[in-house]
């Protein structure tokens, strides 16, 4: 792996979760694409600022509750998700943002690292319209130090997501 400049890295590679769910979907070659960087990247801003390009361009990866059932939303990084929308396209009487621990039991990702897809168990994914607004986007590759370029088509496409309106109205 290397770095936005070229550069070797030194930072950790993609989980190996993740990287055995490239491998399952015929992508191995995207696990020379991930990118490594030193510092985390919790941040849709982190990210986009680590690998130079826009913060729409990132996609984030959220578990929400929805009647107490994981969701994955997959949301571009500049928007934010409307939890109402959420509920409403699910039909659930609640929705609420998923505590940490419930995220890494769903997905086997810690918050910061969660990847489109490669979980651990399997669950109802919503993907906002609005990826598909960019060529390429980046999202994590298992860890808050990992990322990977993909068309946003097929990461949704291989997250098995439903697309759908769900990103917050803007007033």
Known sequence: MTNPDGTPDTAPAAHPRFVEALRELGLDDLTGQVRAFPDATRTAAEAAAAIGCSLGEIVKSLIFEADGVPVLVLMDGASRVDVERVREELGAGAV???????????????????????????TRVLADRGLLDHDMVWAAAGTP???FPMDPKSVVSHAGGTLVDVRERMA
């Open 145 to 147: 130090h990992t990322v």
């Open 96 to 122: 609420k943002r998923a505590r940490a621990d419930l995220v890494r039991e769903t997905t086997g990702y810690a918050i910061g690292g969660v990847p489109p897809f490669g979980h651990r168990t399997r």
